[in-house]
């Protein structure tokens, strides 16, 4: 192919685009798009919302993954899309899976330094590190694939069903699936860690007057869940992007239409939990404020005049758990 200059026909080879699969793309698309933003809202808005930066960044990088697929909206028909558009789109589709999964490693870090530093009574260095840390590689991939979409512009096309644009080498999808192996590989013995100190310190935790059938076990599942979410992503993508002629326009379409859903799975893990509900919930001025730990309810208190109980031997945390250990 040659560098110059890109032919913007129609592509014969693509297939007929199917109009109920686009649109379903775009709808899922769409609908996390919007879960997404109003999960991040409060966060930024609301005195009553707290979450860890990590958190944040992992809302921001499934928001980042949604704006990218929608960024040829309209030009899903016909001839290719402009190419600076078609290029743009190209860059954010290959960055988005590794600033999930780095986003994703950093939370559980995170999650796993906080809750180290709690049961051991000392604070841990490298937070602007692991803040700064999801953008570090999806950059560096967009670089790569701008590179390689400037160096062969009739390489960067619509793909297979005609949904988004991306480049016809393998070799952008090849880099991005590594990546995501990388991430992966290092997230299960970060989990396995954090879970080995849950289990060693559970009569710690229940000092804390956190009870055992909701708080713990409860974040346990929906943390573990969330950091499995890029191993479908990958094996999608590998499907879409690494063997595109090996499918044919339907099956390639129904593939991303089921990548679509997981920005919304993730918008269902994170955004339920009712410290967002009750921000959104702005008529109620009486309700008390949503502290950190809201979902955390404190036995009540027993009366003055019964005697205290006798102190155990169990070692009380030394100082309150941190937020992110709420990501309910």
């Known amino acids: 192919m040659h560098a110059y200059p890109r032919d913007d026909s129609v592509n014969d080879g693509a297939g007929s685009p199917n109009p109920s699969l686009i649109a379903a793309f775009n709808a899922t698309q769409i609908v996390a798009l919007v879960l997404l933003v109003l999960i991040l809202l409060p966060t930024i808005l609301s005195p009553y919302v707290h979450r ?16 990218g697929f929608l960024l040829i909206i309209g030009h899903q028909y016909g001839k290719e899309p402009p190419f600076k558009l078609c290029l743009a789109q190209s860059l954010m589709i290959y960055s988005a899976p590794a600033m ?9 870090l995170e999650l796993f330094l906080n809750v180290r530093s709690s049961l051991e009574g000392r604070p841990w260095r490298g937070k602007l590190l692991l803040a700064i840390f999801p953008y570090i590689v999806p950059l560096m991939i967009c670089i790569e694939v701008f590179v390689l ?8 096309s619509k793909n297979l069903p005609s949904m988004y644009c991306h480049l ?16 992966e590989l290092a997230i299960f013995p970060v989990v396995g860690m954090t879970t080995v100190f849950f289990y060693r310190n559970w009569h710690a935790f229940r000092s804390m007057q956190i009870r055992q059938s909701v708080v713990p076990l409860r974040m346990i599942i929906r943390f573990a869940i ?29 593939l ?13 893990i994170f955004g339920t939990s009712a410290d967002l509900f009750r921000a959104w919930m702005f008529w109620k001025k009486d309700e008390p404020p949503f502290r950190r730990n809201a979902s955390v309810r404190s036995a009540p208190r027993p009366p003055m005049s019964v005697t205290k109980p006798p102190l155990t031997k169990e ?8 937020d992110v250990i709420d990501i309910a």
């Open 256 to 268: 991303t239409v089921a990548i679509g859903t997981l920005p919304i799975a993730a918008s269902l």
């Open 52 to 67: 860890s930066v990590a958190w944040i960044n992992i809302i921001i990088s499934w928001i980042y993954s949604c704006v």
């Open 149 to 156: 979409g400037i160096t062969n512009r009739n390489g960067v």
């Open 168 to 183: 016809e080498s393998s070799l952008p999808s090849q880099i991005t699936g590594a990546v995501v192996i990388l991430f």
């Open 100 to 108: 999930n999964a780095s986003a994703c490693l950093a939370f559980a």
């Open 315 to 322: 070692r009380p945390l030394r100082r309150p758990l941190p």
């Open 226 to 254: 969330f950091c499995l979410l890029p191993i479908p992503v990958l094996a999608l993508s590998f499907c879409i992007l690494k063997f595109p002629d090996s499918s044919t326009a339907e099956e390639t379409g129904i």
